[in-house]
C-alpha cells in the first residue's frame, strides 16, 4: 500500500469516527432536547386555530394584552433611565463595597418571584414601610398599575443593568479620551462616542429587560393583583384563564411564545451582525 493510499485510509476512518462519535452525542443530548421542545409544540398544536382570531379580539385578551404593552415600556424605559448612570459607575470606577453592590443587583435575578411580590408589597403597600405614609397623603401604590410596573422593574431593570456594564466596560477608552482632547465635553462623548460603541450590548439589554417584564407574574400578582382591565397582565391572564378559559390561556401563551422567541433571535442576529460574535 502507498502512502497516498494509506492517508487516504487513515482519513476516512479518522471522518467515520468522528460521525460516529458525533451520532452517540446527539443520542445523549436527545432526550434533553425533546423534553425542552416537546411542551412548547403541544402549545401550538393543542390551541383552536379556527377560534385564534375570535380569542385573540375578546376582552380579556385585548385589555391583558394592552396592560402589559404599556406597563413593560414604562418599566423598560425606567429601567434604563435609572439603570445607566448606575451601570456607568460599576463599569468604570472600582470602589470598596462594589461586589456587594454587584451581588445585590443580580439577587432579584434568582430571588424566587413571590418573595419579590412581598417584599414590594410591606414596603410599598397601604401599611408597608413607604406606603403608609404615602397613603396619609391621598397616594396608593398597591394594586394599582403603578404597582404593576414597579414589580416588573424590580425584576427585570437588572438585566439592563448587567448588559450595560459589560456593555460599557468593553468601549475603548482612548476613543473617549481623544474625543475629550478634540473639545468634546463629557454628555457629547458619552453620547456619541460611549453609547454607539456599545449599543448593540445595550439593545440587547433593553430587549431582554422587556421580555423579562413582560413575563413577570409571581411579584406582580402579589403587589398589583389579578384585576380584569386594570392590574391583570398576560401571564396572569393566562393563569386566570386556566380556571375559566382554557383556549384563551392557551392563545396568550402562544403569544408570549412567539414574543419570547423574536426576542431572542432579534438579539441573536443583532450582536452578531454588530459585535461579530458568533452565536
Known amino acids: 500500500m502507498n502512502s497516498s493510499l494509506y492517508k487516504r485510509v487513515i482519513q476516512m476512518h479518522s471522518r467515520l469516527h468522528r460521525r460516529k462519535k458525533v451520532m452517540l452525542l446527539w443520542l445523549l443530548a436527545a432526550p434533553l432536547l425533546i423534553f425542552l421542545l416537546l411542551p412548547l409544540g403541544a402549545l401550538i398544536v393543542r390551541i383552536d386555530w379556527m377560534k385564534l382570531g375570535e380569542t385573540v379580539s375578546s376582552p380579556g385578551v385585548t385589555q391583558a394584552l394592552r396592560i402589559s404593552m404599556i406597563t413593560t415600556l414604562i418599566a423598560t424605559t425606567l429601567a434604563v433611565l ?156 393566562i393563569y386566570l384563564g386556566f380556571e375559566r378559559d382554557l383556549n384563551q390561556a392557551l392563545t396568550l401563551a402562544v403569544i408570549l411564545l412567539v414574543i419570547s422567541f423574536g426576542v431572542l433571535a432579534l438579539v441573536k442576529v443583532v450582536l452578531k451582525q454588530r459585535v461579530g460574535v458568533k452565536l
Open 82 to 237: 435609572l439603570g445607566t448612570p448606575l451601570a456607568y459607575v460599576l463599569a468604570r470606577h472600582q470602589f470598596r463595597g462594589r461586589t456587594l453592590i454587584d451581588t445585590l443587583i443580580d439577587l432579584p435575578i434568582v430571588l424566587p418571584p413571590a418573595v419579590a411580590g412581598i417584599a414590594l408589597l410591606i414596603t410599598f403597600g397601604r401599611r408597608g414601610l413607604v406606603g403608609a405614609p404615602l397613603a396619609t397623603l391621598g397616594i396608593t401604590l398597591s394594586f394599582t398599575e403603578i404597582a404593576v410596573i414597579m414589580a416588573q422593574c424590580f425584576v427585570a431593570a437588572p438585566y439592563f443593568i448587567k448588559a450595560a456594564t459589560a456593555g460599557l466596560s468593553g468601549v475603548d477608552r482612548e476613543l473617549e479620551q481623544a474625543a475629550a482632547l478634540d473639545g468634546a465635553s463629557g454628555w457629547q462623548v458619552f453620547a456619541l462616542i460611549t453609547v454607539p460603541l456599545a449599543w448593540p450590548v445595550l439593545f440587547s439589554g433593553v430587549v431582554m429587560t422587556w421580555a423579562r417584564a413582560l413575563g413577570e407574574f409571581g411579584a406582580t400578582i402579589i403587589f398589583a393583583g389579578n384585576l380584569p382591565g386594570r392590574t391583570q397582565t398576560m401571564p396572569l391572564a
